[in-house]
């Protein structure tokens, strides 16, 4: 059902979300073009934003697209077996999110407190594998999301108050009385957000002790300057994300709903490139590097 069944509110939706997407798009292909081509960014750091950023343009892209076509058309019906689909990817991408913040904070954690041994415990091997996992993860609990409510019978009527097939509302169609499976895996899948963001906590934690011990001032804020972002953005679309998911089933969801889903679905995809880009001083260098080699190619 959306945002609301109003045409200026649709087409105002619309045209934010159609913006957001763009802005998404752009960031994100701007850090995979410049982390493969660039030769000094080709760190493990570098490679872990690549597959985030990756990700990122896969995550908006099952959801946005469809809602901002919904508005314009004002045709908000999906089929079963489509949003089955949308339901499986949301929760792949976003669970596979997950495991890649959390491995990005386990190699700031390696940089900064072992920086002697950091070439030997991050090696390619180690990179690889950590990301084969992480993309792994999460086609295992998106697939049993996705089975767990799609094999139950749905009942009552069809329609949710969301703009795409979140399994929280998707809950409230269910009988009650039957979904004890689905919650359970639900419950397992919020506890292994709830161990990951323990993780991070714990390495920045471990992160702050050693940079407060850093003599040069200049060198504790570029520390900090690499690492808060990323707290922020992590909090931000794991908290909102557990709390959605965690609360009780409601027949009836409010409007905040809605707009908390905003925050895991559509925040951390804009606020990544724009973290790890215009914050970051290897990328802005990188990009300056890459325009020039361009320009000499036009000359």
Request: proline share 4%; glycine share 4%.
């Amino acid at each position: 059902m959306g945002f609301s069944n109003s045409w200026d509110i649709q087409i105002v939706h619309a045209a934010v979300f159609f913006l957001v997407y763009l802005a998404a798009l752009i960031g994100n292909l701007l850090i995979i073009m410049l982390t493969t081509l660039d030769v000094h960014l080709q760190t493990p750091m570098y490679f872990f934003l690549r597959n985030l950023s990756f990700l990122d343009f896969c995550y908006i892209s099952v959801t946005i697209p469809k809602s901002i076509v919904s508005s314009l058309t004002h045709d908000t019906s999906i089929s079963f077996f489509g949003c089955a689909l949308q339901a499986f990817f949301f929760m792949d991408l976003a669970t596979t999110e997950v495991a890649i913040l959390t491995v990005m904070s386990y190699d700031r954690y390696v940089a900064i407190c072992w920086p002697l041994r950091y070439e030997v415990i991050i090696n390619q091997g180690v990179c690889i594998r950590m990301m084969a996992m992480s993309w792994l993860s999460g086609m295992i609990c998106g697939f049993m999301l996705m089975t767990a409510t799609f094999s139950l019978p749905f009942c009552g009527h069809n329609r949710i108050r969301q703009f795409f097939c979140n399994i929280p509302q998707l809950l409230s169609l269910l009988d009650p009385k039957i979904i004890t499976i689905e919650i359970g895996v639900m419950v397992f899948v919020t506890s292994l957000v709830i161990i990951s963001f323990v993780v991070i906590t714990l390495s920045y934690m471990y992160i702050f002790s050693v940079i407060m011990r850093i003599p040069s001032r200049e060198g504790r804020s570029k520390t900090f300057s690499t690492c808060i972002p990323h707290l922020v953005v992590v909090t931000l679309f794991m908290i909102s994300g557990s709390i959605a998911y965690v609360k009780p089933i409601s027949n009836s969801p409010s409007v905040l709903d809605v707009f908390l889903s905003v925050f895991y679905t559509v925040v951390p995809p804009i606020l990544n490139p724009i973290i790890y880009s215009l914050k970051n001083r290897d990328m802005k260098a990188a990009l300056r590097r890459q325009c020039g080699i361009l320009g000499e190619e036009l000359d």
